[in-house]
């Protein structure tokens, strides 16, 4: 049997353990909410934000991507659509005539033909100032030259040319052949801004009115 002080100092080792394990509990337990609640979920929620932030910014620069690209398409058809749906078309004569004494119109060396009486002049391309007829499109175009000869003048050659270069060439007999007529029908392909007329290359008159006729149409923009 233990005596009265041993008793009394087993009691005190037993009470001390038993305060040094609840306050370790304790201390274990205020330290856990410490890291799950405020450490970790602080850095979980910034990381997360970063990331969030820049899958904006990347979204952002493929919208201004995407933005940019269909703004370039659409003014790409835009002027496809122009181009295609442009309408140009000419028809024009020589007004003066003088046919009462057969004379016809005089024509000059290399002369440029002026058919100054325009029927036709959708777009306004040729000019019945200067005769010359200009590309306002890159396009496949149409023209057909029709003349008649003078019969008291010699043969008549007229020349189709395309920035000063021959295409064709259409002729009519003079004193011959009486009333004698030519024509041609030719397509070429012209850049913005070339442009084709017709000019004398041999005889010295043709018969004007709705006898000799220049013709151009567009038939298919680029």
């Not at 990381?47 to 398409?73: D, I």
């Not at 078309?89 to 003088?98: E, H, L, P, V």
């Not at 496949?140 to 007229?158: C, E, K, P, Q, W």
């Amino acid at each position: 049997m233990l005596c009265g002080p041993c008793v009394c100092l087993l009691l005190c080792l037993v009470l001390s353990n038993t305060v040094l394990m609840k306050s370790t509990v304790q201390g274990t337990v205020r330290a856990k909410p410490s890291y799950d609640v405020s450490t970790a979920p602080a850095q979980s929620l910034g990381e997360l934000e970063t990331c969030q932030a820049s899958l904006m910014l990347m979204m952002q620069t493929e919208l201004t991507s995407l933005r940019t690209k269909v703004s370039r398409l659409e003014n790409s058809l835009h002027n496809v659509e122009n181009a295609t749906s442009r309408a140009v078309a000419f028809t024009a004569k020589i007004s003066s005539d003088r046919d009462r004494n057969q004379q016809g119109v005089s024509l000059g060396h290399q002369q440029t033909v002026i058919f100054n009486e325009a029927i036709t002049n959708v777009g306004d391309a040729y000019n019945t100032q200067t005769g010359i007829f200009t590309a306002p499109v890159a396009a496949t175009f149409a023209f057909f030259l029709t003349l008649m000869g003078v019969n008291d003048s010699t043969d008549i050659y007229l020349d189709i040319v395309k920035n000063g270069v021959r295409l064709d060439m259409v002729f009519a007999l003079g004193s011959s052949d009486l009333y004698d007529q030519g024509s041609t029908l030719l397509t070429t392909h012209l850049r913005v801004g070339d442009q084709v007329w017709v000019r004398q290359y041999r005889g010295n008159a043709v018969r004007g009115g709705p006898w000799t006729v220049f013709t151009g149409y567009l038939l298919h923009a680029d």
